[in-house]
């Protein structure tokens, strides 16, 4: 029996549902006792409050929604899909006792590179989409196979080619056909979804066959770290090994989301798993049907967050106690990017996007990316305190475009520092032309606040606020100036090509 193996990635606990070829299966049995007479959920329709503040519930008893109907209905639209793929013997035997199928981190020492290669089964999950046969599974369950077969819930096995795939976003989109229509489910609302609602994930976990859990929807909008565009659903509901691919479904027998990930310290179920949504997962897949590829949408800026720092020097509102800055702070403009043709510029806090607010530079780069490129969008920035609307026509992303742009002006932190001029051979050692203006950091004395601040020798300063400096001496000036008015300088800076701004807290000017 083949069945699925998971990629660990970030801090080693978050997993990916890979497929595997480890044979055997190790099951677990729990049991749990249920006391009293009825099981019932609450669900909350009013808040009161007491005279001391304290919030009290009004709350009604619903009994647990039974998922019967909706299991028979749904569970023919869901697929056990297998995988030919060809790998190196040493893959299979550096694969640890739990099946994972991640190779240690250092070579076997038997010279691998000599063994045959050997072609394995892999196994994951999918569901169809339309009468003739699309469907949708994760990119990790069909790279690099050699060959795809479908296996319906009826029990029919059939040929599967792939029509796209999407590594960015673990998407792929198959092929299959059948002498008569097949069942299908469609996708659903994820924007619509909440916290606290009950979904069922289908799936084939361990090569098992069809298996239907159940559960809530525990958060949205999750990054995990495995790519720029993380925005997953987090869910309860138990998925394992085998359950990559396959449909997180909400009580109105729609798709909300793609079963991607889990965090498993084991390897097993802990009741944290992820899963693509599905606002996400249309617009993947109507290109991948359409053009075999995705086309994303391209700006042209780099932004970093708002911090409580930045407010003042960057006259913004302060945010509700409690509550962090919202907002995606540029801090460069690439050249001839729709940015610049725009009017966007360096130390603009974008703060909405076709009137849907920006809560950070990932919430930017994943709405930006979703846009069609030739489309138009309407930014709300805030730039020295004032907001503004700027029209901007998006481009399209191609995967060298950040390399092809350089950077118009760029932007970084410091204080307690010694400055030099941008001499020829300055600029050499740090990578810039003759187009930067600005002042070179030579030293940065221990302990000050440019050091905390994390400033370094070879640091570029081209700005300090609102301020762009184009030697020491402007630069020294621009720092005292803004340190009779408050304790922190906001420094934009060049390091390694990256632009940045760091706020410098200081009760001197210590330059």
Same mark, same amino acid.
């Given at each position: 029996?083949?069945?699925?193996?998971?990629?660990?990635?970030?801090?080693?606990?978050?997993?990916?549902?890979?497929?595997?070829?480890?044979?055997?299966?190790?099951?677990?049995?729990?049991?749990?006792t249920?006391?009293? &007479?009825n099981?019932?959920?609450?669900?909350?329709?009013?808040?009161l409050?007491?005279?001391?503040?304290?919030?009290?519930?009004?709350?009604s008893l619903?009994?647990?929604?039974?998922?019967?109907?909706?299991?028979?209905?749904?569970?023919?639209?869901?697929?056990?899909?297998?995988?030919?793929v060809?790998?190196?013997?040493?893959?299979?035997?550096?694969?640890?006792?739990? +099946?994972?199928?991640?190779?240690?981190?250092?070579?076997?020492?038997?010279?691998?590179?000599?063994?045959?290669?050997?072609?394995?089964?892999?196994?994951?999950?999918?569901?169809?989409?339309?009468?003739?046969?699309?469907?949708?599974?994760?990119?990790?369950?069909?790279?690099?196979?050699?060959?795809?077969?479908?296996?319906?819930?009826? +029990?029919?096995?059939?040929?599967?080619?792939?029509?796209?795939?999407d590594?960015?976003?673990?998407?792929?989109?198959?092929?299959?056909?059948?002498?008569?229509?097949?069942?299908f489910?469609?996708?659903?609302?994820?924007?619509?979804?909440?916290?606290?609602?009950?979904?069922?994930?289908?799936?084939?976990?361990? +090569?098992?066959?069809?298996?239907?859990?159940?559960?809530?929807?525990?958060?949205?909008?999750?990054?995990?770290?495995?790519?720029?565009?993380?925005?997953f659903?987090?869910?309860?509901?138990?998925?394992?090994?085998?359950?990559?691919?396959?449909?997180?479904?909400?009580?109105?027998?729609?798709?909300?989301?793609?079963?991607?990930?889990?965090?498993?310290?084991?390897?097993?179920?802990?009741?944290?798993?992820?899963?693509?949504?599905?606002?996400?997962?249309?617009?993947?897949?109507?290109?991948?049907?359409?053009?075999?590829?995705?086309?994303?949408?391209?700006?042209?800026?780099?932004?970093?967050?708002?911090?409580?720092?930045?407010?003042?020097?960057?006259?913004?509102?302060?945010p509700?106690?409690?509550?962090?800055p919202?907002?995606?702070?540029?801090?460069?403009?690439? &050249?001839?990017?729709?940015?610049?043709?725009?009017?966007?510029?360096?130390?603009?806090?974008?703060?909405?996007?076709?009137?849907?607010?920006i809560?950070?530079?990932?919430?930017?780069?994943?709405?930006?990316?979703?846009?069609?490129?030739?489309?138009?969008?309407?930014?709300?920035?805030?730039?020295?305190g004032?907001?503004?609307?700027?029209?901007?026509?998006?481009?399209?992303?191609?995967?060298?475009?950040?390399?092809?742009?350089?950077?118009?002006?760029?932007?970084?932190t410091?204080?307690?520092?010694?400055?030099?001029?941008?001499?020829p051979?300055?600029?050499?050692?740090?990578?810039?032309?003759?187009?930067?203006?600005?002042?070179?950091?030579?030293?940065?004395?221990?302990?000050?606040?440019?050091?905390?601040?994390?400033?370094?020798?070879?640091?570029?300063?081209?700005?300090?606020?609102?301020?762009?400096?184009?030697?020491?001496?402007?630069?020294?000036?621009?720092?005292?100036?803004?340190?009779?008015?408050?304790?922190?300088?906001?420094?934009?800076?060049?390091?390694?090509?990256?632009?940045?701004?760091?706020?410098?807290?200081?009760?001197?000017?210590?330059?």
């Open positions: 029996m083949s069945y699925q193996s998971l990629k660990e990635i970030s801090s080693g606990f978050f997993s990916f549902l890979r497929p595997n070829v480890k044979n055997g299966l190790a099951m677990s049995l729990l049991v749990g249920m006391l009293g &007479m099981v019932n959920s609450v669900q909350a329709e009013g808040i409050t007491n005279k001391t503040g304290a919030i009290q519930p009004k709350t619903q009994n647990l929604p039974n998922f019967v109907s909706l299991v028979k209905q749904v569970k023919p639209a869901v697929v056990s899909i297998t995988s030919r060809t790998v190196d013997s040493a893959d299979q035997l550096t694969m640890n006792d739990q +099946g994972d199928g991640i190779p240690f981190p250092f070579p076997f020492p038997f010279a691998p590179q000599q063994m045959p290669k050997q072609t394995v089964e892999a196994r994951g999950s999918g569901f169809i989409i339309s009468p003739d046969g699309y469907v949708v599974t994760n990119n990790h369950v069909v790279k690099n196979a050699k060959k795809i077969t479908v296996s319906l819930d009826n +029990g029919a096995s059939l040929p599967a080619k792939i029509i796209g795939r590594q960015k976003t673990d998407l792929a989109l198959l092929k299959i056909q059948y002498s008569k229509p097949f069942p489910v469609q996708l659903g609302d994820s924007e619509g979804i909440e916290p606290g609602e009950w979904v069922i994930a289908v799936g084939d976990p361990y +090569g098992l066959g069809g298996t239907v859990t159940a559960g809530i929807v525990s958060a949205r909008g999750r990054d995990i770290g495995d790519g720029p565009y993380d925005s659903i987090q869910v309860d509901a138990p998925i394992n090994r085998g359950n990559s691919g396959g449909p997180l479904i909400s009580q109105d027998g729609k798709v909300i989301g793609v079963n991607t990930a889990i965090l498993s310290p084991s390897g097993g179920s802990i009741g944290i798993g992820f899963a693509i949504p599905s606002s996400t997962v249309k617009n993947v897949i109507n290109q991948l049907e359409k053009n075999g590829h995705v086309v994303r949408g391209y700006l042209g800026v780099s932004a970093q967050a708002v911090t409580t720092s930045m407010l003042k020097s960057l006259k913004l509102k302060a509700d106690e409690g509550m962090q919202k907002g995606a702070l540029v801090s460069s403009v690439a &050249m001839d990017s729709p940015a610049e043709k725009g009017g966007v510029k360096v130390g603009d806090v974008i703060m909405a996007m076709n009137e849907q607010s809560a950070s530079p990932r919430d930017l780069a994943i709405k930006v990316a979703g846009i069609s490129p030739g489309n138009d969008v309407t930014l709300k920035v805030i730039r020295e004032l907001e503004k609307e700027l029209k901007v026509k998006i481009a399209n992303l191609s995967d060298d475009q950040k390399d092809q742009k350089t950077p118009k002006q760029q932007a970084r410091n204080l307690g520092i010694a400055l030099a001029p941008l001499t051979d300055i600029r050499q050692q740090v990578g810039i032309d003759e187009t930067v203006k600005g002042t070179v950091i030579t030293s940065v004395k221990s302990g000050s606040p440019a050091d905390q601040a994390g400033l370094q020798p070879g640091d570029v300063i081209v700005g300090v606020g609102e301020t762009t400096v184009s030697s020491p001496a402007l630069a020294v000036d621009a720092i005292r100036k803004a340190l009779k008015v408050d304790t922190t300088v906001l420094l934009r800076i060049l390091r390694g090509g990256q632009g940045l701004f760091v706020p410098v807290t200081t009760d001197d000017d210590n330059n």
